[in-house]
């Protein structure tokens, strides 16, 4: 007897087939959805801990720091140089949330309470 295996095409076929099946035969599944993802707890802990007085305070100290090394530290090393520029960047960012807020603009970070409120989205939808 003559036999061929099957062809690696037609088993993807079949792949695809059930893949197909399982998702009409179990929707909710395949459509489910999360309210609360697991790394939004921790992502806000992380935004308050950044915008207190105390890591303004600190970011404002770094900038100084870096402006000072950069301005007044004569010959620096390539990767000195490039530790000055992190930190330096790394001090914006954590004060851009202030600055912000200094300038009369916040953000609560979630699109439920705009909407909640009738502010208008500006495109965030």
């Keep these: 007897m003559d036999r061929r295996p099957s062809s690696p095409t037609s088993l993807t076929g079949y792949a695809y ?9 179990i929707p909710g599944v395949a459509l ?13 802990t992380l ?6 007085p105390v890591p303004f305070i600190i970011s404002l100290v770094g900038i100084v720091a870096c402006g000072a090394m950069l301005i007044f530290g004569g010959e620096i090393s390539g990767f000195l140089r490039t530790l ?5 960047v ?4 954590v004060q851009a949330t202030q600055v912000v807020e200094l300038l ?3 953000w609560t970070g979630d699109v ?7 502010l208008p989205l500006g495109g965030l939808v």
């Design 17 to 25: 087939a059930a893949l197909l099946l399982c998702a009409l035969l």
């Design 32 to 44: 489910a959805q999360a309210t609360n993802l697991p790394y939004e707890d921790g992502l806000a």
């Design 47 to 52: 935004r308050t801990s950044l915008t207190g």
């Design 84 to 88: 000055v520029f992190i930190v330096l």
């Design 90 to 93: 790394i001090s914006i960012i």
């Design 104 to 106: 009369g603009g916040s």
């Design 112 to 118: 439920r309470h705009a909407v909640a409120l009738g």
